[in-house]
């Protein structure tokens, strides 16, 4: 009886003094968890990486993922194609072990200094050796910029030569990071002012996601763009349910506009869900932080921007940088305040 008692209370302390796991135990010195940027080369592309850990790594504890760019691919018009998501976990001894989750390759990692990381990676069943140089997030502003001069548009504007550019669609940085969260190009296009009556005769002026509501006043309802569902209530009484009865009848968000360099503008936040979602198969990350639009009226159309790196009010794309802020947020406000009448 003695020797059970004994054997019971040495199995309690074997449980409180068992060492913790590794990873947890021994931290790495030359990586304390915060995003690490990474550039070198794979499979004779020219590759960066951008790791981080935590929240939405797959694993736990000790989690990592982040996302891997083939510049030249990206760059080039494939898109998402160049971009390939990782998932994997820390490790003992600066090591990481991540998959890319389009099923490709599995890779092995170890922070050998400050400067540089290397590792294998397992493909089609050949371990191939993989070195990168860690370096600093990518700066959308810096290096020369160019000019877009068509004369089929009436306005002119600037961006990055090292961005993606899509006429009539956007401007994408290729900053890694950023886009491991999500974000959306700068989106620059064109959209007619349309007009229409209303029941009781009242003009209704509709420019992109904006449009006068019955009383005269701007509102956003983003998704006039999505086809996903119906528009939000224009004047929606207290309290009331949607025609059903079934829950609140979706309200727009007020829109605003005013004089900005010489153009008339409205401006607005998104009014429906902005929801996120890593590329190059990373699936849902969680709810983005929401859609800022401005129209440029220019006589019967209007140039329509659009970022997740905006602004609340026009006037503060002159205002000087906040501490910390993205060079995406500040690459989108140099190629706005560019925006020149033809």
């Not at 069943?125 to 089929?152: H, Q, V």
Request: hydrophobic share 35%; glycine share 12%.
């Amino acid at each position: 009886m003695r020797l059970r008692s004994f054997l019971l209370l040495f199995s309690l302390f074997a449980v409180v003094l068992v060492p913790l796991p590794a990873a947890a135990q021994s931290p790495c010195a030359l990586w304390d968890g915060a995003d690490l940027h990474l550039a070198g080369r794979i499979g004779g592309a020219d590759v960066v990486v951008y790791l981080g850990t935590g929240w939405p790594s797959r694993e736990e504890p000790n989690g990592a993922s982040g996302l891997m760019m083939d510049t030249a691919r990206w760059r080039d018009g494939h898109g998402d194609d160049g971009l390939v998501a990782l998932d994997g976990r820390r490790l003992d001894g600066c090591r990481l072990e991540l998959v890319t989750l389009t099923g490709e390759a599995r890779w092995s990692l170890r922070i050998v200094s400050k400067e540089r990381v290397e590792g294998t990676h397992q493909v089609d069943g050949r371990s191939e050796p993989l070195a990168f140089a860690i370096t600093t997030p990518f700066d959308c502003t810096a290096g020369p910029w160019k000019t877009f001069d068509d004369p089929r548009w009436p306005v002119t504007f600037d961006y990055p030569a090292s961005a993606r550019f899509m006429p009539g669609v956007g401007v994408a940085c290729p900053d890694v990071s950023r886009l491991a969260w999500d974000a959306s190009p700068l989106s620059i296009r064109r959209v007619p002012i349309e007009t229409s009556r209303l029941a009781n005769g009242r003009k209704r002026t509709t420019i992109g996601p904006f449009f006068s509501d019955t009383r005269g006043q701007w509102q956003v309802d983003d998704r006039r763009f999505e086809d996903s569902g119906d528009p939000c209530s224009e004047e929606p009484p207290a309290g009331a349910d949607g025609p059903d009865g079934d829950g609140p009848i979706r309200e727009c968000k007020t829109a605003t506009m005013s004089r900005w360099h010489g153009f008339t503008v409205l401006q607005g936040e998104s009014s429906g869900e902005d929801r996120g979602y890593r590329p190059g198969g990373g699936g849902y990350i969680g709810q983005g932080s929401g859609v800022v639009y401005y129209a440029f009226l220019i006589d019967k159309e209007a140039i329509l921007v659009s970022s997740d790196d905006g602004w609340e009010r026009i006037a503060d794309l002159d205002g000087p940088p906040l501490p910390g802020e993205r060079s995406t947020s500040l690459m989108a406000a140099r190629i706005i305040r560019s925006l020149k009448r033809r």
